[in-house]
């Protein structure tokens, strides 16, 4: 069909086709081979999406000939829906020499519905077949009480160069001439997502016969997200400027702030010295435009900056190998715990003024002194808690 799906289109026939989750492949044979009813866990596989979690369940039930009964937690909202939807997980198939019951997204099941993860506790206990979740998240609290009846199997996100394989793969299949390394930016610029890589190879190919970088280009960020935990894998790994300078004014985060968080984990990402030097004179660079910005009030050094941390991925000369965890920049630590701080004192002392009957002024002068000698501290917050004194803004955050 011609507006087929590549995804549905070019999706593996078996195991042999399925990348980079050796581990929880081989976990989740072991736990199909030792499985009884009645007498075993359900198997909770969980990780981004994108990166094969339900592909692997239809490859296992087409590989053992079982007959696969699955749908998605979230749309099925309490606890009726649920037990109607799995009432055939006791009756044998006719046609197939068992079956898989499987749900999807079950961390996207209502926190106001406690009833629904009861049922499914139930269905686990009961199956007469093998019961297999789904989940992005399953750490949610709402799903504390499920996680003891599973066995969790956790997917790692698709390496790049699996991902670029697949899609050189799928050109080929497609009769789809790729120059230069649109296929290797294209498989960074997905951060480990092989479903979204797939589609946006689909969306630049659409009407042609060859692809190149400005194909690419032409793509922008797709909407996995525009938060900055979202684009900083591609901030370091797209190697293409243009690319890149539209993420980041796309983004929700302001370009300062992206210039500080780009600054605070680029001695983690960049692993050589001529590496992290190339960086760092890069982010230099982009600081005195930053900095002209704030002095000279001229807005159009904001757009250079843009330009020169767009070019940071070019001081990157390896492989990234396994997930980088991207921290805030110490600096905004720093200004968040100071406001909240100031808030949370203002807020003592207007409450201590009220009990003693005069000014904040007298509070921070006369008492303060007098009540850090007879509590013994001098941290307001442990004299609040001694006096029975509940901090607004610290039980807000």
Not at 83 to 102: D, N, P, Q
Not at 176 to 188: P, S, T, Y
Not at 215 to 220: C, K, T
Request: charge should be positive; hydrophobic fraction near 35%; proline fraction near 3%.
């Amino acid at each position: 069909m011609q507006n087929q799906s590549w995804t549905e289109k070019h999706k593996p026939k078996d195991f042999s086709g399925f990348l980079s989750q050796k581990k929880a492949l081989d976990e989740t044979l072991e736990w199909i081979r030792e499985w009884k009813p009645g007498k075993s866990k359900a198997l909770l596989l969980y990780g981004a999406p994108g990166i094969g979690k339900t592909l692997l369940v239809e490859l296992l039930a087409n590989e053992r000939q079982l007959h696969l009964i699955a749908s998605n937690a979230s749309d099925e909202r309490n606890a009726s829906d649920i037990e109607t939807l799995f009432s055939g997980a006791k009756t044998h198939s006719l046609f197939h020499k068992g079956k898989i019951i499987l749900l999807d997204e079950v961390d996207g099941i209502s926190g106001n519905d406690r009833g629904a993860v009861t049922s499914i506790i139930k269905l686990v206990k009961e199956s007469s077949f093998p019961v297999i979740l789904i989940a992005n998240d399953p750490w949610k609290n709402k799903l504390k009480s499920l996680r003891n009846y599973c066995k969790l199997i956790k997917f790692s996100k698709v390496h790049s160069a699996s991902i670029e394989k697949r899609l050189k793969e799928i050109c080929k299949d497609e009769g789809i001439d790729f120059q230069g390394d649109v296929l290797k930016n294209l498989a960074r610029w997905s951060n480990g997502d092989l479903r979204s890589a797939i589609n946006d190879l689909q969306t630049i190919c659409k009407g042609k016969k060859s692809i190149d970088l400005n194909s690419f280009e032409s793509l922008g960020f797709r909407e996995r997200g525009t938060g900055i935990f979202d684009i900083m894998p591609a901030i370091f790994n797209s190697k293409n400027i243009k690319a890149t300078r539209k993420i980041i004014f796309e983004c929700d985060q302001d370009p300062d702030d992206i210039f500080w968080w780009i600054a605070e984990n680029a001695s983690t990402v960049f692993k050589t010295p001529e590496e992290l030097s190339h960086a760092f004179d890069i982010i230099s660079k982009a600081d005195i435009f930053r900095s002209r910005v704030m002095k000279q009030q001229n807005w159009r050094f904001k757009a250079f900056m843009v330009d020169m941390l767009s070019s940071v991925s070019l001081a990157k000369t390896s492989e990234s190998h396994g997930y980088t965890p991207f921290k805030p920049p110490k600096r905004f630590a720093g200004f968040s715990s100071s406001r909240l701080r100031s808030a949370e004192f203002k807020d003592f002392c207007a409450q201590m003024s009220e009990l003693l009957h005069c000014s904040t002024r007298i509070v921070r002068s006369d008492y303060l002194p007098f009540l850090s000698q007879i509590t013994k501290t001098q941290d307001f917050e442990e004299i609040a808690e001694k006096f029975g004194i509940e901090l607004e803004n610290r039980s807000e955050s």
